[in-house]
Nanobody, 112 residues
């Protein structure tokens, strides 16, 4: 059974950094493209970043490009999202996902 468990969220001031982790089980991350999406209060899901199953190609939403980095530790079967230069508009619940599954999310709150 596939499980995705996010962690690393928290409350930070604008300009700060966080690293989100997504521990995967029930499948191997090298066999699946994965992505991070987020949901701001009162809004729908928004694509943040993705990585192909090869790990070669990464994609970012324009709003986070240059500030966020997606990465993967194959040995730990874990996906990461390194977030720098956080802005108040980055506030939301962050989910890691495959095409078929999504975790429970981790809350990120950025204050001014």
């Amino acid at each position: 059974q596939v499980h995705l468990v996010e962690s690393g969220g928290g409350s930070v001031q604008a300009g700060g950094s966080l690293r989100l982790s997504c521990a995967a089980s029930g499948f191997t991350v090298t066999n699946s493209g994965m992505k991070w999406v987020r949901q701001a209060p009162g809004k729908g899901l928004e694509f943040v970043s993705s990585i192909t199953k090869s790990g070669v190609t990464t994609t970012y939403a324009g709003s986070v490009k240059g500030r966020f980095t997606i990465s993967r530790d194959n040995a730990k079967n874990t996906l990461y999202l390194h977030m720098n230069g956080l802005k108040t508009e980055d506030t939301g619940v962050y989910y890691c996902a495959t095409n078929e599954n999504r975790g429970q999310g981790t809350q990120v709150t950025v204050s001014s």
